[in-house]
């Protein structure tokens, strides 16, 4: 008998658990990397301020040639902050073309801003995986996402029984969903378990689609 494949979570701020294997979430004004564990980084909209951008964006340029960073982000776009959206666009943008310079995935933060994001996609003809994380929206939203070739990763919400991420995760095409704990602090096996029975599927199965996934998108071997 095979081993069973671990546990895998795409954004976390945490990364505590031992037997999970995660995508540790570093803010950008970190201040030591994690040996020999996996990571993403990016700026985030929430701290974009005139002085920083420019060194955030070198720390990036700087990073990503390491082995472990195996995605830029979370960044994207908010619509519901006091940072102006035409800055947060542009540095959005220019994380987009240092990860597809890199060939490198993208986890997104996207508030109230999913055309933006696709037209930006289209424009910009990317081809490397771009993921929204912590998505919990309508039916309608996901479609339009899923056709135009994101994947999608849900967390949390799928622990309420009406939240949207438990009502569209059954139309999400299992090559296309990732599961995340993101800031809270709760297990990734909660959150599989909660995904497997909504979508009727044992969490062994599940745990393998998402590590086929995880290699295909990260590629890691
Ligand atoms: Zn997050």
Same mark, same amino acid.
């Given at each position: 008998m095979k081993n069973p494949v671990s546990y895998i979570d795409i954004h976390t701020h945490h990364g505590f658990e031992n037997d999970v294997l995660y995508l540790l979430n570093l803010p950008v004004d970190f201040q030591t990397i994690p040996i020999d564990k996996f990571f993403t980084t990016g700026v985030h909209p929430?701290?974009?301020?005139?002085?920083n951008v420019k060194a955030q964006l070198d720390l990036i340029n700087k990073l990503i040639p390491n082995k472990n960073m195996l995605a830029i982000g979370e960044c994207g776009l908010d619509k519901l902050?006091?940072?102006?959206y035409s800055s947060q666009e542009r540095i959005f943008i220019e994380q987009l073309k240092i990860a597809e310079e890199n060939k490198k995935p993208v986890i997104i933060h996207c508030v109230k801003a999913f055309d933006e994001v696709i037209k930006i996609k289209k424009e910009m003809k990317l081809s490397v995986p771009l993921i929204f994380h912590g998505f919990n929206n309508n039916k309608q939203i996901a479609n339009q996402l899923l056709k135009n070739g994101f994947y999608i990763s849900l967390g949390k919400a799928l622990l @309420?029984?009406?939240?949207?991420a438990s009502k569209i995760i059954s139309i999400i095409p299992? /090559?296309? $969903?990732?599961?995340?704990?993101?800031?809270a602090d709760?297990?990734? @096996?909660?959150?599989?378990?909660?995904?497997?029975?909504?979508?009727?599927?044992?969490? /062994?199965? $599940?745990k393998?689609?998402?590590?086929?996934?995880?290699?295909?998108?990260?590629?890691?071997e």
């Open positions: 929430w701290f974009i301020t005139k002085k902050i006091d940072v102006p @309420k029984n009406n939240s949207n299992l /090559e296309k $969903l990732f599961l995340e704990t993101d800031d709760i297990s990734i @096996k909660t959150i599989f378990t909660a995904a497997a029975r909504y979508l009727q599927i044992d969490t /062994e199965v $599940l393998e689609q998402i590590y086929i996934n995880f290699k295909k998108v990260f590629k890691h």
